[in-house]
């Protein structure tokens, strides 16, 4: 479908080149996805989300996206108002009115606006009021392709991940604080990214990416305080593919900083390597051969149709 639909009824014609939302129940131009400033999402951070990409005309690991994103409306106890088929049909709706063949594409449940009648302590009297918000525009990278050739900077942060028992971090959250000072921290010190240590002392995750140490040809990431992120879970296949070792496993900062490799990975952006760590340059300040191949095998094996969904333009 183009990007601007109905050229011939006469009706002003609709922009969707800058990608489509789905909002209170109908689809409306990205520029036009609004919510309450009265909804919880907004106030309280009281939302959850995910985001799934679409490569090449194709989603990319949708089922893995939506059964998270299942997964974290339940940890929340909130209740979505379509199942999974119907969800799935939104997404594609969005992607579809977009025409984008590159997309980053968000489902966002918020808890939504409160009768003022209910006590404000008890969230899941809001159920039935909880907001689903669905939207593609154009693929978002938190590194950049140019970057990734030579590999990114990254600091450790002194910055705590806030505890896992306070923000489950496997419920895809809003909570930024931690990140956003951390990201203070990278601008103050001319960086690029940063990754956070937990507050039991282990390395926990980076501001919207999972993070990877390579030890002695052996790929490890975290065990907890992060998101059980999609994109780790194709690295951990990647290398069971290619014969790398791989493991969760405690990562102190020492290990870290001490690392053959390090390399991010995330829905938006992919397997992005680190070429510094605070002071320390890695692998001659380039991507580490380990990263290298994984980087290379993920976006080959999209155009293989690996874990693809592809999208209805026409339907
Ligand atoms: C905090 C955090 N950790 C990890 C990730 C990576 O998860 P995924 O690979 O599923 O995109 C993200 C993605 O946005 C994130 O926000």
Known sequence: MAAVEKPHTGEPAVDWSKGAAWVVGA????????????????VRSDVTYDVVHVWHGAFFRLEDHLSRFENSVKGLRMALP??????????????????????????VMTRGIPDPSWPKRLPSNFKGNNQLICYA??????????????GGRMIVSEVPRIARHSVDPTIKNYHWGDFTNALFEVEDNDADHAVLIGPDGYVAECPGANVFAVFGGSVVSPVHGALEGVTRKSVHELCDLLGIPNRNDHITRDQLL??????????????????QVNERI?????????????????????????????VDYDG
Not at 27 to 42: E, L, M, N
Not at 84 to 106: N, Q, T
Not at 301 to 310: L, Q, R, S, V, Y
């Open 27 to 42: 689809f409306v131009p990205a520029a036009d996805a609004k919510v309450s400033v009265f909804d919880w999402g907004f």
């Open 137 to 150: 525009i154009p693929f978002v990278w938190i590194m950049k392709p140019e970057m990734q050739e030579t």
């Open 282 to 310: 890695l692998s001659n300040g380039r991507p580490g051969p380990i990263t290298k191949r994984l980087h290379e095998t993920y976006w080959a094996k999209h155009d293989e149709g690996w874990h693809t969904t592809p």
């Open 82 to 107: 379509v199942d999974r088929d119907g969800l799935r049909d939104i997404l594609m709706g969005c992607v579809r009115r977009s025409g984008l063949r590159e997309a980053y594409v968000a489902m």
């Open 258 to 275: 001490d690392a053959d490799e390090i390399f991010m990975a995330s829905t938006a952006g992919g397997i992005m390597p680190i070429s």
